[in-house]
């Protein structure tokens, strides 16, 4: 069952078109992120699901019931704001709280709920102090909890975590998505950071200029992108652009053949990438793969990287375990099957 | 709920004064204030009681006085000779209406300076000095001007008694009401003597007690009262004249108990009320044939009769521009 | 999404404004064209006469309107400065104290301020405890006249204004973390510059608010300088005041309102642009707002 | 300048990251002077009026003796007990008025921009740049044309117009650096907009609430130019009294009085402070 869908939703500010006929459906129990740099659209999407803003044309269901035009107080969903918008005032507990108090559930229950919820993020025993009297960590763990103890219908993240540093942000990253599986709630997960969205989630939508580019797993969106934009976003990308040949090679402009990992009408002019991981440095031969000058090697601890100079482009590639290796200025061939994006895929 | 019994709550504590009054017959008195209505206040119980009337009293005379007057707020006008003529140009009083209003007759006729209203007390302008900064006494008004005083002399702003004193300086050059210029030019050699116009009485006390002031146009009773605050000072009353202080009392057109406020002027006329301005704030009765006995306070017709009071019907058209010149030539350096 | 609930929330504030201050100002201005007839009476006929007799005559423009705005002027300059002294020493005081201070500051604001100007009066007088001071400590042979002058009028502006100019900037200089300013000494600020780097500037917007309150608190003033100037230190509030209750002239009382307040509208305006081409010639500014 | 404690007690960056600072001693006595002789100036004549109050004879600075006599004739001012309390009422319901119609306007104004914005807020801000006597004078003129008796009503809007660009002024700053998304947040937890701004918006903006409320009340306590024309008989307010008093007589009565109200505000601004803090604590 569709737990959220959202048909054709547009988003008009004065003259600038936020969102331009928005259609997406998320299933109960998703764990769904939208995708994309700053002034994509998506988090004024997820304001329009949450009823923070209006669409201005377009429909949006939660759990089977046209929500367009309730108010955000009315939608049952819970929401949770990139700098946590905790509120200074009230204790974490009355944070928590304030969601049933205005429901009014009886004060037991309150108690019980609240303390549950606090339990869930492990902050139970600090339930009195003040926002401004804790970390980071835990202000986030305050405001998930705000958002849940209600049982939304939905749960909406707008880059919850991008006010934490990198340690924080990882672990908060497993309690989030453990916190989601317990309870089984369907989430809407608002990011620009691809390896977030990668890891954490079922689908991956990845939104550029108000549209969406594509929806998909993170493998699909990862591995088989459909357009340049997507597979430069989620990921390191080498792109070529050159005329399909026999079905299953690229030509390129310097003579130079790639060999393609799908089929592609033969004769096309299309664009095809590969990423780090997908190319092998070979010594030169005469097989007509892409050549350049092997540039240097950077050194990360756990594994290194490549760095390729391919004619006035710089490429990485990555090290694997037992290849050969280089000398600096020394030339190389690339070994790798690129993938074809769709014939139509504008270049970036 | 609860918000309602707060905003019950605001709107009673406004409204419980005017309920409170309601039930009575009322009569509004515009009045001087301070000392003044309280001396009034005094022998106002016997009116109350006499009329089954309540009297509630407005600090307000001048331009509230009579603003408040033509908006029929107030029923009795307390005023000068200047807010008198206003008063009756603008058609905001009754005519006093001898049958009720008895004790007119038995006042001074310098009190009964129309029929729209009457003077309730004279006080005195004269000069006040400090005689262990001054030698011999004054006699003169010109004794402000002596160059020995610059500096030390005080005389308040543009007000009546002002007035009076720049139409005296024109009489004495050759001028008058009509042609006011001899005093304008005598008056800004007097603004030349002065370095602080005052404006309050105890003000003016204050200078006199640290002797940045020597000498000022002052009221007698004023200078009784210095006395009791303990700044030595004395009294006396140009040869030229005193200048009238004057309190006027008007019945308010157009209010509905017009009838009692002339009963109330009555009042402020008899014997009880008139000694009482003797007797609490040191002027002079309008009401002829008091017995005075231990009251310190001038009481003559002779005294009256000396009294400078101008025509106030030809001056009041012209207060505005000569308020302009009295700016420009007596108080500009 | 609640556009309409928000412009409700402006009703009660425009329409009180609108009945009690706007059509009373539409009035004055009305006023202002019309002439007495000398005992008071109003003549409705439309007239110039009143704006040409004040702004034809140097008197009016130099004695009064000049010097009302001169001198609220230099008394919003002193305010500020002194404002902001103190303002500062109670943000840089313990936590605990400062509620208390700042209570201290408002004292004044109790007494009425005819009893105020009073004291002060008494204050600066001939044997006033200035004078003793400056008398004993030889700084002064004799006992200086202090009163009855401009200084004295804008000794006692400064003394109204200051509380006013105290909570404007107070509030700001709370909001600003003291870190900005260590973190300036860190990079080899001395106090003094750290203070006049990053304090002074990110205090802009109170010092902004509270000069424009001053300005229109002292140039309004009536109390003080009829008191303290000892009757030859005109204002136009005064002027207005007298005019209206002395002379009995409404028409031109309500013209001398009208043009206080244009010049006042026009001396505020230009004043923050000028104050917003300074910021915007100063990036540092640029974010304080 | 501020002292090592100071820091400990601020808010901490969100880094986490504190730095110590030990001001020089030079700078403590500097701050202190600062503040010294900032309170000298200020309160000079205050300290006069105290001083004064005990004086038996009359008012002279330095006192010649002790008395607590003008402390009772306060009792004996009917006058001035009933303008007191007559001016308390005024002052404390322009002052939750005042104070509402002026947050109300600001919340309102928060959502608009540009020109309007500019024009609304100019004309909240105006009633302090004309002479109150003008206004009220026209005010009392277009009653009277109206034939509308003056009342406590036409009083109480007049005071709250010539004291509203106060509130409007502190909420308005406090509320440009309001963070949108706390209202928000109480949105997406199912309050209504008006639950928001009890529940959040409001107790927030206590900080420029408060101190709204103390000084247009002070405003309104002290008002002479507005009361002189539209008071009426009820409601003669202790400025007007105290004015009319003062033409005529200057007794340590009203030093007394001075003392009275300066030592009444501080205890009740110290039990407010009490019951809902005005402090600064929590920001």
Same mark, same amino acid.
């Given at each position: *069952? @569709?737990?959220?869908?959202?048909?054709?939703?547009?988003?008009?500010? %004065?003259?600038?078109?936020?969102?331009?006929?928005?259609?997406?459906?998320? =299933?109960?129990?998703? $764990?769904?992120?939208?995708?994309?740099?700053?002034?994509?659209?998506?988090?004024?999407?997820?304001?329009?699901?949450?009823?923070?803003? *209006?669409?201005? %044309?377009? %429909?949006?269901?939660?759990?089977?019931?046209?929500?367009?035009?309730?108010?955000?107080?009315?939608?049952?969903?819970?929401?949770?704001?990139?700098?946590?918008?905790?509120?200074?005032?009230?204790?974490?507990?009355?944070?928590?709280? *304030?969601?049933?108090?205005?429901?009014?559930?009886?004060?037991?229950?309150?108690?019980?709920?609240?303390?549950?919820?606090?339990?869930?993020?492990?902050?139970?025993?600090?339930?009195?102090?003040?926002?401004?009297?804790?970390?980071?960590?835990?202000?986030?763990?305050?405001?998930?909890?705000?958002?849940? #103890?209600?049982?939304?219908?939905?749960?909406?993240?707008?880059?919850?975590?991008?006010?934490? %540093?990198?340690?924080?942000?990882?672990? *908060?990253?497993? =309690?989030?998505?453990?916190? @989601?599986?317990?309870?089984?709630?369907?989430?809407? $997960? #608002?990011?620009?950071?691809?390896?977030?969205?990668?890891?954490?989630?079922?689908?991956?939508?990845?939104?550029?200029?108000?549209?969406?580019? @594509?929806?998909?797993?993170? @493998? =699909?969106?990862?591995?088989?992108?459909?357009?340049?934009?997507?597979?430069?976003?989620?990921?390191e990308a080498c792109f070529f652009h050159g005329i399909v040949e026999g079905g299953n090679v690229l030509r390129l402009a310097d003579g130079a053949a790639v060999p393609l990992a799908a089929p592609a009408p033969t004769g096309a002019r299309i664009a095809a990438f590969v990423r780090p991981e997908w190319i092998k440095l070979e010594t030169p031969s005469n097989g007509g793969a892409p050549a350049g000058v092997f540039e240097r090697l950077i050194y990360f601890g756990q594994s290194s990287d490549y760095l390729v100079r391919l004619g006035d482009r710089q490429i990485r590639v990555k090290h694997r375990d037992g290849d050969r290796v280089f000398a600096n200025g020394e030339a190389v061939a690339l070994n790798c099957k690129a993938w074809p994006l769709a014939a139509g895929a504008q270049a970036l | 709920m609860k918000r309602r019994t707060v905003v019950k709550g605001l709107i009673g504590l406004l409204a419980a004064p005017r309920i409170a009054f309601a039930q009575q017959k009322e009569l509004v008195v515009a009045a001087f204030g301070g000392a003044y209505t309280d001396t009034v206040r005094k022998t106002i119980g016997a009116f109350e009681s006499a009329n089954g009337v309540k009297v509630s009293f407005v600090p307000a005379s001048g331009a509230d006085g009579l603003a408040k007057a033509m908006a029929k707020q107030v029923d009795v006008m307390h005023g000068d000779l200047a807010w008198a003529f206003r008063g009756v140009a603008q058609d905001a009083f009754e005519k006093l209406d001898p049958a009720i209003v008895t004790n007119l007759s038995a006042l001074h006729p310098k009190a009964r300076f129309s029929e729209y209203g009457v003077v309730t007390n004279f006080g005195e302008y004269g000069i006040a000095y400090d005689p262990s900064q001054v030698k011999g006494e004054p006699t003169s008004w010109l004794d402000l001007w002596k160059p020995e005083y610059k500096g030390a002399v005080s005389t308040t702003g543009y007000d009546a008694a002002n007035i009076e004193l720049i139409v005296l300086m024109a009489k004495l050059n050759g001028g008058n009401e009509d042609n006011i210029d001899p005093g304008f030019r005598k008056m800004a050699e007097l603004g030349k003597q002065i370095s602080v116009f005052y404006s309050q009485h105890p003000q003016l006390l204050d200078l006199f007690r640290t002797k940045e002031i020597v000498m000022a146009r002052w009221l007698r009773g004023r200078v009784d009262w210095a006395n009791k605050q303990g700044v030595a000072l004395k009294f006396v009353a140009p040869k030229e004249g005193a200048i009238a202080l004057v309190s006027t009392v008007h019945v308010v057109k157009g209010r509905p108990q017009t009838e009692l406020a002339q009963k109330f002027v009555n009042h402020l006329l008899s014997a009880d009320s008139q000694k009482l301005y003797a007797a609490d704030l040191g002027y002079t009765p309008s009401r002829r044939g008091l017995d005075l006995a231990g009251i310190d306070v001038p009481y003559s017709d002779a005294m009256i009769d000396s009294l400078l009071m101008s025509d106030w019907a030809k001056i009041v058209p012209k207060m505005d521009a000569w308020k302009e010149r009295w700016e420009k030539e007596v108080v500009a350096r | 999404m609640i556009g309409r609930s928000k412009t409700l929330l402006l009703v009660p504030s425009v329409s009180i404004l609108a009945a009690f201050f706007v059509v009373p100002l539409i009035w004055v201005v009305g006023l202002s064209f019309m002439s007495s007839d000398g005992t008071g009476k109003l003549v409705t006929d439309f007239t110039l006469g009143n704006y040409t007799r004040f702004l034809t005559d140097a008197y009016y423009l130099d004695a009064l309107l000049w010097r009302t705005v001169r001198l609220a002027a230099i008394a919003t300059l002193f305010s500020v400065v002194i404002g902001y002294f103190g303002a500062l020493a109670i943000v840089r005081s313990a936590p605990s104290w400062q509620p208390w201070l700042i209570l201290l500051v408002m004292l004044p604001l109790w007494v009425n301020l005819v009893v105020r100007t009073l004291s002060l009066m008494v204050v600066l007088g001939r044997t006033g405890p200035v004078n003793q001071f400056l008398v004993w400590t030889g700084i002064a042979d004799r006992p200086i006249p202090l009163l009855f002058n401009e200084t004295a009028v804008l000794i006692g502006m400064v003394q109204v204004a200051v509380p006013f100019v105290v909570m404007s900037i107070y509030g700001v200089l709370q909001s600003i973390p003291r870190q900005l300013e260590h973190a300036a000494m860190t990079v080899g600020a001395t106090p003094l510059s750290a203070f006049r780097r990053v304090t002074l500037p990110l205090s802009m917007p109170g010092i902004l608010a509270g000069s424009v309150l001053a300005f229109g608190i002292n140039v309004e003033s009536f109390v003080v300088p009829i008191l303290l100037g000892g009757g030859r230190v005109r204002f136009m509030s005064v002027a207005a005041y007298e005019t209206a209750t002395v002379s009995n002239n409404l028409p031109f009382a309500a013209t001398i309102g009208v043009i206080l307040l244009v010049v006042t509208m026009a001396m505020l305006a230009l004043y923050q642009w000028a104050v917003r081409s300074m910021t915007r010639a100063r990036p540092v500014l640029a974010t304080a707002g | 300048?501020?002292?090592?404690?100071?820091?400990?007690?601020?808010?901490?960056?969100?880094?986490?990251?504190?730095?110590?600072?030990?001001?020089?001693?030079?700078?403590?006595?500097?701050?202190?002077?600062?503040?010294?002789?900032?309170?000298?100036?200020?309160?000079?004549?205050?300290?006069?009026?105290?001083?004064?109050?005990?004086?038996?004879?009359?008012?002279?600075?330095?006192?010649? /003796?002790?008395?607590?006599? +003008?402390?009772?004739?306060?009792?004996?001012?009917?006058?001035?007990?009933?303008?007191? +309390?007559?001016?308390?009422?005024?002052?404390?319901?322009?002052?939750?008025? &005042?104070?509402?119609?002026?947050?109300?306007?600001?919340?309102?104004?928060?959502?608009? &921009? &540009?020109?309007?914005? /500019?024009?609304?807020?100019?004309?909240?801000?105006?009633?302090?740049?004309?002479?109150?006597?003008?206004?009220?004078?026209?005010?009392?003129?277009?009653?009277?044309?109206? /034939?509308?008796?003056?009342n406590v009503w036409v009083l109480l809007a007049a005071h709250i117009v010539v004291t509203l660009p106060y509130p409007v002024r502190n909420v308005m700053a406090q509320l440009d650096g309001f963070d949108q998304r706390l209202e928000e947040a109480a949105l997406t937890v199912g309050a209504t907009p008006r639950q928001a701004l009890l529940r959040v918006t409001l107790p927030l903006l206590r900080a420029s609430i408060v101190p709204s409320l103390v000084i247009v009340f002070i405003l309104s306590w002290n008002n002479y130019t507005v009361s002189v024309f539209l008071a009426d008989k009820n409601w003669t307010t202790l400025p007007l009294q105290l004015r009319a008093y003062l033409q005529y007589e200057y007794e340590p009565f009203v030093a007394a009085m001075s003392t009275v109200l300066i030592v009444a505000s501080t205890v009740l601004l110290f039990v407010m402070d009490r019951l809902v803090g005005l402090g600064p604590k929590r920001k």
């Open positions: *069952m @569709q737990q959220i869908r959202i048909a054709g939703v547009s988003k008009r500010f %004065d003259d600038y078109l936020a969102l331009d006929r928005v259609t997406l459906d998320v =299933e109960g129990g998703e $764990f769904l992120s939208i995708l994309g740099p700053s002034g994509c659209g998506k988090s004024t999407l997820l304001r329009i699901i949450a009823g923070l803003e *209006m669409p201005s %044309d377009g %429909d949006v269901h939660i759990a089977g019931k046209r929500v367009t035009g309730d108010p955000v107080w009315k939608r049952e969903i819970g929401f949770v704001f990139q700098n946590f918008a905790l509120w200074p005032h009230l204790s974490v507990f009355r944070n928590v709280s *304030m969601g049933l108090e205005l429901r009014k559930v009886s004060k037991a229950e309150i108690d019980t709920r609240v303390r549950e919820a606090l339990r869930l993020v492990q902050l139970d025993a600090l339930a009195n102090r003040l926002p401004a009297q804790l970390s980071g960590g835990q202000q986030q763990r305050v405001a998930l909890a705000r958002a849940v #103890v209600l049982k939304p219908k939905v749960l909406l993240l707008d880059e919850p975590l991008s006010a934490l %540093d990198k340690n924080l942000r990882q672990d *908060m990253q497993v =309690e989030l998505k453990s916190l @989601q599986r317990t309870l089984g709630l369907t989430s809407i $997960f #608002v990011t620009h950071d691809q390896e977030e969205a990668l890891s954490l989630s079922d689908r991956v939508v990845v939104m550029n200029k108000g549209v969406i580019e @594509q929806v998909g797993t993170p @493998q =699909e969106i990862y591995s088989t992108p459909r357009t340049e934009y997507v597979a430069g976003f989620v990921g | - | - | 300048m501020g002292g090592a404690l100071d820091d400990a007690r601020a808010p901490r960056p969100r880094d986490g990251r504190v730095i110590l600072m030990r001001p020089s001693p030079a700078f403590i006595a500097l701050r202190y002077a600062t503040l010294a002789l900032f309170f000298l100036f200020l309160l000079a004549p205050l300290g006069v009026l105290v001083a004064v109050s005990f004086n038996p004879t009359a008012m002279i600075f330095p006192p010649q /003796g002790f008395t607590l006599k +003008w402390y009772a004739v306060i009792l004996d001012k009917p006058d001035f007990l009933h303008a007191a +309390w007559a001016s308390t009422k005024l002052a404390a319901l322009t002052a939750v008025l &005042g104070t509402a119609c002026g947050v109300f306007a600001a919340l309102g104004l928060k959502n608009y &921009g &540009g020109p309007l914005k /500019g024009a609304i807020s100019g004309l909240l801000m105006s009633p302090l740049f004309i002479p109150a006597v003008i206004v009220a004078l026209a005010l009392f003129q277009i009653i009277f044309t109206l /034939g509308i008796q003056a």
